[in-house]
Structures are given as structure tokens and as C-alpha cells.
């Protein structure tokens, strides 16, 4: 039997599937293409895959035959069961030291489940994420590798070349850990519908609140789109805003306004509850996905709950326009703030070590969020690798002071048209919260303790008697009450 000739093998031809295999033929790796109806092989290399060197395999067993030890195997098949599925037919036909690569949107707790059972038999698992859609598999996705380190200078090449440039280096880079990969892109998609959620916004208010027609509202983001915003979702939403249907009237007008969502948002919400860390903007983008979706109980309430009396916008348009664009950005660095904080946390309970500006390159380009705000993301962390927080960076601390005063504008006069703005106007609570070195939790300490005994701390310098430092004080506030403090837990 002939030497195997392939690199790399790809299970699951669906759109991202078969474009990711025809960029790795491109950039001159032999990759073997396996179906579970494997009717889509033959298909697939007789059209879309036809003169390129993609070989077909029929089963499982050819598709390991015809691979390069270690061998080398992506899944792009549905998060979920259908991944463990495949890996419990593969394992027996591998060998130590051959490598499955899971680049489905899995739950990142998966693929530490997946890591460990795979390594303690001897083989290697790769949780990637990947972002950019059909057009970024194609021409360069952004690639999140992590799992068994000993499998990255296996697939370090591969991957590196296959992912997409930016001055040129690779959105791709060793990720960390186990599960860290698909934590990444977890968070990347959490990012993903708060940048959504911030341009909708911008939208509705240009939209209804300044009246302003879809055709210049393209107009407005794609100028925006050479300035501090230039990314591909505001890129894609001027084109969205752009199209026509057949009666010239735009597209998106006729477009039902209930957002679905796969769950990866919802996910990183949760983790961020979970973490104890406030990322409320993402959550914040997931509820109001979770409000569009109510959309018959909404019309009922449209009509018996009125909102204010709407009043023309009497301001100077242009400069409106302008601080909107500063409310857009202000709120960005907040989100890109708070999804940082929060990998932070997750990396210092999980005891990975995720290199901050490795992941902003990653997210760079290739992916949904690519933006030329990622490249100064990425300068701040090589500045300082152990940032605390993007807000105490010299860059994003100056651009978010002088956004302050258009995106405090931009609020108030959107909570006088009564136009909803969940993620701007959250991002606003953060960033004055944050920047408060009093906030009012001594209230809600005092209640806790008043109505179930749960104790306090005392402030630094307020210490006496009774009250002292460092220890969990009960008052007896009705003089009702016993002496007697709750235990403490955490829920
Ligand atoms: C990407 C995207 C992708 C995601 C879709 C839809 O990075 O290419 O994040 O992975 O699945 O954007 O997500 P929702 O259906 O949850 O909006």
C-alpha cells in the first residue's frame, strides 16, 4: 500500500467544512475529506474540491489510512453529542500521539471533559475555535487553538497558514489549555453580540429618534467605518442597510424583529455570573435578543403602555451624529473591558496562562469582530502584558474621557424619546461605578444584616469599640433582634 500522503483530515462538509479544507488545499496542505453521508464526498470532489489535490475517503478507517502520523483530524460537525459520537468511533483507530481537533462552536467545559479522556488514552485533543463565517473558512478564518500543548507544533504550521494575515501575522496563535481555545471563542461570540447589540442601537436611534432615512444611515457607518469604529460588523450592516428587495424598499425593513441566538452569548453570560465578574454588557445583549423574541406579548404592550410624548430633535444634527459615534466607541472599549476582566478571572481559576495579546491579534481579522480597534487592544497588552484592566491603559483611558461628555449626551436624550439603549446605557453604569471609589453596598450590607443577621465590615478609619477591623459585625438594629449572626456561604 502506498505512503499516506495527507496532512490533514477534515470530518463534516457542510459550508465551513468544505471552505476550511479548500483554503488548507490552497495554502499547500494535502487534506483528506471524510462525510458521514459520504455521497457528499464524492460530490463535494467533483465539484466545489474538483482539480485541487483534496482526496476523498469513504469510511473512517480510510480517512485515518490516508493520513501522516501523527495524524491530524478536524471535526465540523454540530456542537454537542455528534462530537463525542465521532471520537468514540475514531479512537480506536488512532494511535499515540495522533491528534483530534474539534473546531465546532463547543461548550469550552466539553472540551476539558474531551482533553483529559483523550490524553489519558494516549491521544491529543485541540479545541479551536473558529470565526469568520463561510468567507473567513474560505480566505482565512481566525483560529483559537488550545488542549494538549504537545499537539500545537503538530498543527502550529497548518494552522498558522490557514488562518487570515494582518500586517503580516497570523490570527492564529496557541490559545492555552484544555478547554481554553473554546473559551476564547466563547467569549469572542459574547463580544460578538454586544458589538451587535451597540450598532442596532445606533440604528434605532438615528432611526426613530433623529428620523434619519436607511440610505444615510449606511452613509453615517460607513464614514464611521474609516475612523475609530472601522470593522467588518459595521462594514456589513451599511451594506445590509443598503439593500433593496425588488420594490426598492430596504431589505431589513421587512425583516421580523425577533433575534434568534445559538446559545454562545447566553454562555458567556452565564460564566460571567458564575465568575462573580460584571459583564454587563454582553448580558445585557443577550436579554435584549431574549426581549425582541417576546414580540406578540410587545405589541400588546404597545398598545396600552405609552411611552413619552416624542419631541423633534431640536439640537445640531451633525454634532448628535458625532457623539453617537463616540457613544459607540465608549461603550466598545467598555465591553472589550469587561470580556477581558472576565477571561482574567476565568484564567486565574482554571490556571490557564492566556496571553491577552496573542488573543486581541487572534481577533484582529478573520473573525465577526475583526476590527482596527483589536490592533490597539493588542498594542496595550504588548505594552503591558499584565494590564488589569483596558481602562487603566493610557490609549483607551484618553479615548473613553474624551467620548464621555457626546456618550452621556447620547443616553440622555435617548431616554428622552424613550428609545431603549440596554448596551450603551449599561456600559455608562459600568464605567461611572467602576470609576467610584465608593459605591452604595454599604446600604445593602446594612439590610442584609438588618433583616437576616449577615454581618458587615467596617470601613477603614471608622473602626471603634464595637465596630472593629477585619471582623464580621452584627448590629442589633431594632433592638428586637438577637445577637446571634447567620453563617456565611456563598450561593
Ligand atoms: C463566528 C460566529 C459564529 C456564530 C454565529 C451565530 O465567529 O463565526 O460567532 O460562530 O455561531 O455568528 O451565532 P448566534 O446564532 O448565537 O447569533
Not at 404592550?301 to 411611552?307: E, H, M, T, Y
Not at 488573543?359 to 504588548?382: E, N, P
Not at 483607551?396 to 474624551?402: E, I, L, M
Not at 439603549?421 to 465608593?438: H, N, Q, W
Amino acid at each position: 500500500m502506498a505512503a499516506p500522503t495527507g496532512d490533514i483530515g477534515l470530518i463534516g462538509l457542510a459550508v465551513m467544512g468544505q471552505n476550511l479544507i479548500l483554503n488548507m488545499n490552497d495554502k499547500g496542505f494535502n487534506v483528506v475529506a471524510f462525510n458521514r453521508t459520504v455521497e457528499k464526498v464524492d460530490r463535494f470532489l467533483a465539484n466545489e474540491a474538483k482539480g485541487t489535490n483534496v482526496q476523498g475517503a469513504h469510511s473512517l478507517e480510510e480517512l485515518v489510512s490516508k493520513l501522516k502520523k501523527p495524524r491530524k483530524i478536524v471535526l465540523l460537525v454540530q456542537a454537542g453529542p455528534a462530537v463525542d459520537a465521532f471520537i468514540s468511533k475514531l479512537e480506536p483507530l488512532l494511535e499515540q500521539g495522533d491528534i483530534i481537533i474539534d473546531g465546532g462552536n463547543s461548550h469550552y467545559p466539553d472540551s476539558i471533559r474531551r482533553t483529559k479522556e483523550l490524553e489519558a488514552k494516549g491521544l491529543l485533543f485541540i479545541g479551536s475555535g473558529v470565526s469568520g463565517g463561510e468567507e473567513g473558512a474560505r480566505h482565512g478564518p481566525s483560529l483559537m487553538p488550545g488542549g494538549s500543548p504537545a499537539a500545537w507544533p503538530a498543527i502550529k504550521e497548518i494552522f498558522q497558514k490557514t488562518a487570515a494575515q494582518v500586517d503580516g501575522e497570523p490570527c492564529c496563535d496557541w490559545v492555552g489549555e484544555t478547554g481554553a481555545g473554546h473559551y476564547v471563542k466563547m467569549v469572542h461570540n459574547g463580544i460578538e453580540y454586544g458589538d451587535m447589540q451597540l450598532i442596532a442601537e445606533a440604528y434605532d436611534i438615528l432611526k426613530r429618534g433623529l428620523g434619519v432615512s436607511e440610505d444615510e444611515i449606511a452613509d453615517i457607518f460607513n464614514k464611521w467605518n474609516k475612523g475609530v469604529l472601522d470593522s467588518f460588523l459595521i462594514e456589513i450592516t451599511a451594506n445590509i442597510l443598503k439593500f433593496k428587495d425588488d420594490d426598492g424598499e430596504p431589505l431589513v425593513n421587512k425583516i421580523l424583529d425577533k433575534a434568534g441566538q445559538k446559545g454562545t452569548g447566553k454562555w458567556t453570560a452565564i460564566n460571567a455570573l458564575d465568575a462573580g465578574m460584571p459583564v454587563t454588557l454582553i448580558g445585557e445583549a443577550v436579554f435584549a435578543r431574549c426581549l425582541s423574541a417576546i414580540k406578540d406579548e410587545r405589541i400588546r404592550a404597545s398598545k396600552v403602555i405609552a411611552g413619552p410624548q416624542k419631541e423633534p430633535f431640536r439640537g445640531d444634527k451633525q454634532q448628535f451624529i458625532d457623539d453617537l459615534e463616540q457613544a459607540l466607541y465608549a461603550s466598545k472599549i467598555i465591553s472589550y473591558t469587561q470580556g477581558f476582566m472576565l477571561m482574567r478571572e476565568t484564567a486565574r481559576d482554571l490556571k490557564w496562562n492566556l496571553n491577552y495579546a496573542g488573543i486581541a491579534q487572534m481577533w484582529r481579522g478573520g473573525c465577526i469582530i475583526k476590527s482596527v480597534f483589536l490592533g490597539d487592544i493588542t498594542s496595550a497588552y504588548h505594552k503591558k502584558p499584565e494590564l488589569e484592566s483596558l481602562l487603566f491603559d493610557d490609549f483607551f483611558n484618553k479615548a473613553v474621557h474624551k467620548a464621555q461628555p457626546g456618550w452621556r449626551r447620547v443616553i440622555a436624550q435617548a431616554v428622552l424619546w424613550g428609545i431603549p439603549t440596554p448596551a450603551f446605557s449599561t456600559a455608562l453604569a459600568f464605567f461611572d461605578g467602576y470609576r467610584s471609589e465608593v459605591v452604595p453596598a454599604n446600604i445593602l450590607q446594612a439590610q442584609r444584616d438588618y433583616f437576616g443577621a449577615h454581618t458587615f465590615r467596617v470601613l477603614p478609619g471608622k473602626e471603634n469599640e464595637k465596630l472593629k477591623t477585619g471582623e464580621d459585625i452584627h448590629i442589633n438594629w431594632t433592638g428586637r433582634g438577637g445577637n446571634v449572626s447567620a453563617s456565611t456561604y456563598v450561593a
